[in-house]
């Protein structure tokens, strides 16, 4: 399974973006999308989930400004709203498949004050 994210990029504070992940290669269920972030100097952190019912989980620097969906098995997106300087990161994807777990290359997100 591959996973490229895309939809990184500079926005000014307040701003907004979307992030989309499309798993490709040998894609069976794909039981959880996450999306996670790390910032230089930082532990990477958890910012989202969606399973294949539907169901989300939120971290707390998400809660209220993001909104993970998942469009269906083959992709997901994380749509980020009132974005804050704070929020400059690389974004990663991650894919629960089977007993495996698997992590895009990641996108960089710059928010500018």
């Known amino acids: 399974v591959q996973l490229q994210a895309s939809g990184g990029g500079l926005v000014q504070a307040g701003g907004s973006l979307k992030l989309s992940c499309t798993a490709s290669?040998?894609?069976?269920?794909?039981?959880?999308y996450e999306w996670h972030r790390q910032a230089p100097g930082k532990q990477r952190e958890f910012l989202a989930g969606?399973?294949?019912?539907?169901?989300r989980t939120y971290g707390d620097s998400a809660k209220g400004r993001f909104t993970i969906s998942r469009d269906n098995n083959y992709a997901a997106s994380l749509q980020m709203g009132s974005l804050k300087p704070e929020d400059t990161a690389v974004y990663y994807c991650?894919?629960?498949?089977?007993?495996?777990?698997?992590w895009g290359q990641g996108t960089q997100v710059t928010v500018s004050s």
């Open positions: 969606v399973n294949n019912s539907g169901q």
């Open positions: 290669g040998r894609v069976l269920t794909i039981h959880v």
């Open positions: 991650k894919v629960q498949h089977g007993r495996h777990v698997y």
